[in-house]
């Protein structure tokens, strides 16, 4: 896997950004010339795309980055897909554009460049998807340019700043560690449910309060406030990005009524 490098202390060019979803599951993606990097954020389904002689298979909370070369874009197999999709270029400077994932960690930053691995798992979709719908409000209530580039910049540093954060909260270099991200995992899978810190420490063994307690010194949060965070990054998204009504979505993340939901 490759990783791309991209400029620090600059504000990012939008070209084209917008939201794509698939009007059958037989659908492929076209062939198309990429003058530009392209970012591409899945919410639904599978996307099957080949570029630069490379086939890449993305998966619905995952995102792909494509840096501009002489190739093009084309589906290789049939699927429904929805996704966001952000067309941005940089000032060229005197930075890597690419390289190789075992050589280059993912996480590294400098004075002039950060990284990002070119494909992987969104740690918070929802915050990106959010950042993507107001990219195009932006657009599309005639902002002037420097809004729209700054929002732009917003998402690919959102991304940066969740996988760092990730990296740093959840390292598996500490049995603790481990836990912590397994809990974190089973919160983001059970969103739907009233989850309580006693149904989390029955799960995995251990004593409510000490696991609590634990988890607050490990990751700078008490485990009751980020199941809560977790809740609300949800409804954020799916106020933003789907039709649902507050009662339903209220239901669909585990609150008894849309009162409770609403004051939370």
């Known amino acids: 896997m490759q990783i791309l490098c991209f400029p620090t202390r600059q504000v990012f060019s939008c070209v084209l950004t917008g939201k794509f979803k698939a009007p059958s599951p037989d659908w492929m993606h076209e062939h198309f010339f990429l003058a530009e990097y392209e970012l591409i954020v899945m919410t639904e389904g599978t996307l099957y795309l080949n570029y630069d002689h490379e086939n890449y298979t993305v998966q619905e909370g995952e995102y792909l980055l494509l840096p501009p070369c002489n190739a093009y874009r084309q589906g290789f197999k049939p699927a429904y897909s929805a996704f966001y999709w ?32 070119q494909t992987g798992t969104i740690p918070w979709l929802e915050k990106v998807v959010i950042l993507m719908k107001q990219l ?32 740093l909260l959840f390292s598996p270099a500490s049995p603790q560690r481990q836990i912590d991200s397994d809990i974190a995992d089973y919160i983001r899978q059970n969103l739907s449910k ?26 700078g949060m008490p485990l009751k406030q980020y199941i809560l965070n977790q809740k609300m990054d949800a409804a954020n998204f799916l106020l933003s990005d789907t039709n649902k009504s507050v009662k339903d979505i209220a239901r669909e993340l585990g609150f008894v009524d849309s009162h409770n939901f609403s004051r939370t």
């Open 136 to 167: 195009q409000d932006l657009i599309k209530n005639g902002y002037p340019s420097i809004s729209v580039d700054i929002m732009a910049t917003s998402i690919l540093t959102e991304l940066y700043g969740q996988l760092s954060r990730r990296s």
């Open 194 to 219: 009233n989850i309580t810190i006693q149904e989390i420490a029955d799960i995995f063994g251990y004593n409510a309060k000490y696991l609590s307690h634990k988890f607050t010194l490990s990751t």
């Open 86 to 117: 952000l067309h941005f270029s940089t000032v060229p400077g005197n930075i890597p554009s690419t390289s190789d994932a075992d050589s280059l960690p993912h996480n590294l930053a400098t004075d002039s460049f950060f990284t990002l691995p």
